[in-house]
């Protein structure tokens, strides 16, 4: 069974500053990890995965997140934070399901705060 | 590529009432999920197909909730019998099986259950 804690369900931060969100898992198996943005009235969307090999994983946006199994974390950073940014974000994790593909088991989200 | 797109996006319906939603996926994209997603809370998986084939079911999956991908293309969920707690976000997903299978996901639609 897979399980996602995210710390903190708000984070605010000043524009330009950076931004970390925090994201512990729990796996039996090599966990898949996922990190998501949710804006407001639209469908989520994918910032980035992890899957195999390199453990800095950098996604859409400036977004990376590091692997760290010995400290089962997936945490998000961008160095700079833009208003834009400003929207949910959901961590998940995954083990490969029926067919090959993966399920997402996700955390409760963080709601990422930019002030200008 | 238009995306997924999901109707209707608002449902709003009387406890007992039956409801479907339907779900089209990205043309040519072969698996397709559904998710509810309840407020402060991530979205939890339903059930996922590959072409028409139903995969997988969450417990989450009550026999009050029926899922259905008949050629493969768009799905349908139906609800009979609704309750207040069946109130949520419906999610559906779909992505496309190779090396990356990244789920693009809907708008959602929003079933509220008096």
């Known amino acids: 069974a897979q399980s996602v804690t995210q710390l903190g369900s708000h984070v605010s931060v000043s524009e330009g500053a950076l931004v970390l969100l925090r994201c512990n898992y729990s796996s039996s198996v090599p966990p898949y990890l996922f990190w998501y943005v949710q804006y407001p009235n639209q469908g989520l969307q994918l910032l980035l995965k992890?899957?195999?090999?390199?453990?800095l994983v950098k996604g859409i946006n400036g977004f990376e997140a590091e692997f760290k199994k010995s400290e089962t974390s997936f945490h998000l950073t961008k160095p700079s934070a833009h208003m834009s940014d400003a929207a949910e974000y959901f961590c998940a994790v995954s083990a490969i399901a029926s067919g090959g593909s993966y399920i997402p088991t996700f955390g409760r989200g963080t709601s990422l705060i930019v002030h200008p | 590529d238009t995306g997924v797109s999901q109707d209707p996006r608002h449902k709003i319906t009387k406890r007992g009432q039956n409801v479907t939603f339907r779900c089209d996926p990205i043309s040519e994209h072969n698996r397709l999920y559904w998710y509810r997603q309840t407020l402060g809370q991530g979205p939890e998986f339903l059930t996922y197909?590959?072409?028409?084939?139903?995969?997988?079911k969450s417990r989450l999956l009550s026999d009050r909730f029926s899922a259905e991908r008949p050629k493969g293309s768009f799905s349908t969920l139906e609800i009979q019998r609704t309750e207040q707690g069946d109130s949520a976000m419906y999610l559906c997903?779909?992505?496309?099986?190779?090396?990356?299978?990244?789920?693009?996901f809907g708008p959602g639609t929003r079933l509220t259950v008096l």
């Open positions: 992890y899957t195999t090999g390199a453990t």
């Open positions: 197909f590959q072409n028409e084939a139903q995969l997988e």
């Open positions: 997903a779909s992505s496309l099986e190779g090396l990356t299978d990244t789920q693009y």
